[in-house]
Nanobody
Framework: QVQPVESGGGLVQAGGSLTLSCSVSGGTFVGDDMVSWYRQAPGKEREVIVTITWDDGSWHYTDSMRGRFTIYRNYHENRDFLHMDGLKFEDAAIYYC?????????WGQGTQVTVSS
């Protein structure tokens, strides 16, 4: 069982920045784990932001997310980070980390990001 855990959400002013992190509760990322960040705003479908492969660090951003969102990794801490700049009201959502391992996708509980004026 793989249990992703997100953290770092909170309230931020429009135009501000926030960094979210994802780790595996009681474990570590391994080998060819595919780590993805998604978000879901109220009344909207969940949408993917970026997917990264654990061992080689290759990533793929959804085109609309490219530029203001940056994913990076700390191998020592065994964490993935999603850094967000220039936050807009429409970025307010629950942000989720998922881990695909051996063709099974595991989801975290999500972390809330709220953008204020």
């Amino acid at each position: 069982q793989v249990q992703p855990v997100e953290s770092g959400g909170g309230l931020v002013q429009a135009g501000g920045s926030l960094t979210l992190s994802c780790s595996v509760s009681g474990g570590t990322f391994v080998g060819d784990d595919m780590v993805s960040w998604y978000r879901q705003a109220p009344g909207k479908e969940r949408e993917v932001i970026v997917t990264i492969t654990w061992d080689d660090g290759s990533w793929h951003y959804t085109d609309s997310m490219r530029g203001r969102f940056t994913i990076y990794r700390n191998y020592h801490e065994n964490r993935d980070f999603l850094h967000m700049d220039g936050l807009k009201f429409e970025d307010a959502a629950i942000y989720y980390c998922s881990v695909e391992r051996d063709a099974v996708v595991y989801w975290g509980q999500g972390t809330q990001v709220t953008v204020s004026s």
